[in-house]
């Protein structure tokens, strides 16, 4: 038998699902009280109100995006090739708060766009690091963007059964290494 979670992170859990699903304005009080199955006093004792949660999934991001850019660090593959690697949505803890703080920086949280900001800069800078030309580094940013984002979509990329995801991600890491040996080749 599990032990159950504590209150507070079933309610950070519940508002980072219902930011996910239906926006921070679905993510009131009353249905995080309901979806985390505590009182909206038990709420209350952990955030004293939106905001604070808000703060809260923030910080929980700034945590799970500071781990995995150790991890990119120090891939053995390099920056590039890892960035592009985890561009697939797992429904991880860093994916699913990511999206919960890209919901919160689209309704205008200043905090919120700022930690994404400093996440995509921070790849960005790794990836430079390790390629040396800006432009290439940035077409492999767009390239993981570019994954991460169809990923989300309903259906995706277009897609038939040949071709499915097993065998897009090492075909784009081919695509990766050709722009990391051009750009070798450039600065040599």
């Known amino acids: 038998m599990s032990t159950p979670r504590p209150a507070r992170d079933r309610i950070l859990d519940a508002y980072e699902e219902l930011l996910i699903n239906e926006g921070p304005r679905g993510a009131t009080l009353d249905a995080v009280v309901a979806r985390a199955e ?67 920086a689209q ?5 919120a766009s700022d930690l994404l900001k400093d996440i995509h800069r921070s790849w960005f800078d790794l990836v430079q690091q390790e390629v040396g030309d800006p432009a290439i580094s940035r077409a492999i940013m767009l390239l993981a963007d570019g994954l991460y984002y169809n990923e989300g979509l309903p259906g ?25 040996s051009h750009a070798q080749q450039t600065s040599a």
């Open 38 to 104: 505590v009182s909206k006093g038990g709420l209350l004792y952990h955030f004293k109100n939106k905001e604070a949660m808000a703060g809260a999934l923030i910080e929980k991001l700034r945590e799970l995006a500071a781990a995995d850019l150790q991890t990119m660090r120090e891939d053995p593959e390099g920056p590039s090739r890892y960035l592009v690697r985890g561009s697939v949505y797992v429904g991880s803890d860093l994916d699913r708060a990511l999206i919960g703080v890209v919901r919160l």
């Open 107 to 111: 309704a205008s949280d200043p905090v």
């Open 156 to 180: 995706g990329w277009p897609q038939d059964h040949r071709n499915d995801r097993s065998r897009s991600v090492p075909e784009l890491l081919e695509v990766v290494d050709l722009l990391k």
